[in-house]
């Protein structure tokens, strides 16, 4: 059988290029969108020599029309996807509250985080419908937590809470189509969008989202987990 496809956004950097190392590691051939196709080379320039192949592509998830050409560019190249991680995300709410937050904040993060999270799915699911076995990862945050929610970078944390409803229908829809679709928080991650926090390096944050994206047929779907153990909502 030939290697499963996996399709990784936001896999230049930071837990992106974490997650397209490891899933290559294990023999994946690894899809690492990127906004930058320039980016996107050079993360997959450090990776050479892996069991799986990794090919960098260009991938805007917030612009429609990248990712319809990103879509074509799948088909042609390799006519599969077995693998979706949604990582690509963005946290730009700086110091703001709800009831004070720039209306332009919480648009552009809905562009990125949730609809085009929800877009570069949709387009994926009907290669995954037709071999009757997929994985979608989609990495959320405890900021999206239901449970614990709180104040501050509201616009991050209700695309997150986005984030974990979207996984629950989709896994209802898909669940007798063999395609498992799970959330999952990373914890603090040493990464730019944490401002280099003390955190967990990237390559031990994408421990979960890795064991997700390769679930035996029995795993878990619509579930939310950190360090592999169920989260609540
Ligand atoms: P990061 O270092 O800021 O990297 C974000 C990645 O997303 C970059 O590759 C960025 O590309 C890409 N991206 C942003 N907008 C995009 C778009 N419109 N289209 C395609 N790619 C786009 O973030 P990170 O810390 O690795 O976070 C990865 C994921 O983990 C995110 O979903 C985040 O919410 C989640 N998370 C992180 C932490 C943490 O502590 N770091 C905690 C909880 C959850 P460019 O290089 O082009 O900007």
Redesign the pocket.
């Known amino acids: 059988m030939s290697a499963r496809v996996a399709v990784v956004?936001?896999?230049?950097?930071?837990?992106?290029?974490?997650i397209v190392r490891e899933l290559a590691a294990r023999g994946l051939d690894v899809v690492l969108?990127?906004?930058?196709l320039e980016?996107g080379r050079a993360a997959a320039g450090q990776l050479a020599g892996l069991p799986g192949r990794v090919a960098p592509a260009r991938?805007?998830?917030?612009?429609a029309d990248?990712v319809s050409r990103f879509t074509m560019w799948l088909h042609r190249e390799f006519g599969r996807c077995d693998v979706l991680v949604?990582?690509?995300?963005?946290?730009i709410d700086g110091e703001g509250d709800a009831a004070t937050v720039d209306p332009d904040v919480v648009r552009r993060t809905f562009?990125?985080?949730v609809l085009?999270t929800w877009h570069l799915t949709q387009v994926l699911v009907p290669a995954m419908r037709a071999r009757r076995f997929g994985r979608v990862v989609?990495?959320?945050?405890?900021?999206g937590q239901l449970s614990t929610m709180s104040d501050g970078i509201p616009a991050?944390r209700v695309?997150?809470a986005a984030?974990n409803a979207l996984t629950r229908i989709l896994a209802e829809e898909l669940r007798d189509d063999g395609i498992l679709v799970n959330s999952c928080?990373?914890?603090?991650?040493?990464?730019?969008?944490?401002g280099w926090?003390p955190?967990?390096p990237?390559e031990q944050?994408a421990d979960t989202?890795v064991w997700l994206a390769t679930l035996p047929p029995d795993g878990p779907t619509g579930g939310f987990f950190r360090n592999r153990q169920p989260l609540d909502w």
């Open positions: 956004s936001g896999g230049n950097r930071g837990l992106g290029l974490a969108g990127s906004r930058s980016a991938l805007d998830i917030a612009a990248s949604n990582n690509a995300a963005i946290a562009e990125t985080n085009g989609n990495l959320s945050s405890g900021m991050y695309s997150k984030i928080c990373p914890g603090w991650v040493r990464t730019d969008m944490a926090s955190g967990a990237a944050a989202p």
